[in-house]
């Protein structure tokens, strides 16, 4: 085996790419992870310093994958000896009868602990937000904040620690297919028995150099932080938790947000749409719809922060026709691994995910059943996409 050859490549070090490159040489796999920019970068899905970790979903299947997920992210606190998870609790507000009934019938089937708030009960509760009329509300007591970068640089770390490389500055430009799968980039040339793409909003240009394309709509999110009008109301230290609002007729998309942590006196709420943008071009697309909806739903409900936000960075969802990932062997050509679309929500199921596609590529038994994810589920609805 030359210098340049290896067991498995893996292309895109976001969040995906790093856990699986990760897992691929804790099996002692000889692997090499691309990414085109110099890292650590923002221009991606995975930078920031925060997301939200939970078990609260509307399918069984997430919950499930949580429950062994959250162990993976212990583990590996303790492995690097780092901190990447603190608990808030996530407060789910959502009109009485939609969504918000089979939040709550999953996380009482799969026995998540979770607190029911009355709506008389609320406001002690919960001080400094207003629950709209009709919504009920509940706490899942085990979620919480990850902290996003410090996970991608531990991870990465952990993976250089094992023996992985990683080569950054590095575009693939072109993959040729084949039982030894030859992938170029802009300074160099490597091959590999196997294949992972994790490309993020870039997954449907490196899949066209494999005849692939897949329903994928690429969204610039606005990420917005709120000032407190009074320091501290909705501070991490203070206990103040995450929230999911669920769609309503106000907001046809949930709303969400953290607790002030990362900018001192910043709470960060979003909206988990956005208008359609190009990767390469997203600061092109000014469009500020999303926030418009947050000023009107901040003064009614967060009536301590100013409804004009304080700082806006931005990044991306790449999102599937039904929300949910896709975790799947390359239709035509097996030793490709495809892990896309994760369609904002994937950050928190890392170390699974990163489990899952390093069994795919290696041909096990996946740990879970991945029909949800199969690539031929799009096959009903739009042949012509694939
Ligand atoms: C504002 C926001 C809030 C979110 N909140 C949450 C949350 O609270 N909880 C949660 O669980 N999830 C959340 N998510 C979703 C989560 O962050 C994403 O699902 C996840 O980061 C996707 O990771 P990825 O590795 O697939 O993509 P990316 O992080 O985009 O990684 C893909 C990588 O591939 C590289 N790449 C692409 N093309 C090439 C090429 N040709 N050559 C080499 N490298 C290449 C890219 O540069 C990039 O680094 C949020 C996302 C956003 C944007
Ligand atoms: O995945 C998450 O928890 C966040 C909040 C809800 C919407 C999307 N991302």
Excluded at 184 to 197: E, P
Excluded at 210 to 237: A, D, H, M
């Amino acid at each position: 085996m030359s210098s340049q050859d290896y067991d498995c490549i893996v292309i895109g070090a976001g969040v995906q790419g790093s856990f699986t490159a990760y897992n691929l040489a804790k099996n002692n796999k000889k692997t090499l992870l691309l990414e085109q920019f110099v890292l650590p970068h923002s221009r991606g899905s995975s930078h920031g310093q925060t997301r939200i970790i939970r078990k609260a979903y509307d399918e069984d299947y997430y919950t499930h994958m949580m429950e062994e997920c959250y162990q993976l992210w212990s583990q590996l606190e303790k492995e690097a000896n780092v901190k990447l998870y603190r608990r808030t609790g996530l407060l789910v507000m959502g009109p009485e009868q939609g969504d918000y009934q089979v939040f709550k019938s999953t996380l009482e089937r799969n026995k998540v602990p979770i607190v029911i708030l009355p709506r008389e009960e609320f406001s002690q509760h919960i001080p400094h937000v207003n629950l709209s009329q009709g919504n009920a509300a509940l706490v899942d007591t085990t979620a919480g904040v990850l902290y996003a970068d410090r996970t991608l640089k531990t991870v990465q770390g952990q993976f250089q620690k094992l023996g992985g490389v990683i080569k950054d500055g590095q575009k693939v430009i072109d993959i040729t297919p084949g039982s030894v799968v030859t992938v170029t980039t802009v300074s160099g040339v490597y091959r590999a028995k196997r294949l992972v793409i994790t490309a993020g909003p870039w997954a449907n240009t490196l899949l066209s150099h494999t005849g692939l394309q897949l329903p994928l709509q690429v969204i610039k999110i606005n990420v917005c932080y709120w000032s407190e009008k009074i320091p501290g109301s909705y501070n991490v230290q203070h206990r103040f938790p995450c929230f999911i609002q669920l769609e309503s007729e106000e907001a046809k998309h949930h709303i969400y947000g953290l607790p002030s942590n990362e900018y001192p006196g910043l709470m960060k709420i979003c909206y988990h749409t956005g208008p359609e943008t190009d990767p390469d071009e997203r600061d092109r697309q000014t469009d500020r719809g999303d926030i418009d909806i947050l000023q009107r739903y901040i003064t009614r409900c967060f009536p301590g922060l100013v409804p004009i936000p304080a700082v806006v960075e931005s990044c991306m969802y790449t999102v599937t026709p039904d929300d949910h990932f896709i975790l799947d062997h390359h239709p035509t050509h097996s030793n490709i691994v495809i892990g896309a679309g994760f369609s904002g929500h994937g950050f928190k199921f890392g170390p699974i995910v990163g489990k899952l596609l390093c069994e795919l590529s290696q041909g096990e038994v996946p740990s879970y059943d991945l029909s949800p994810f199969r690539i031929r589920r799009f096959q009903a609805h739009s042949k012509s996409a694939l």
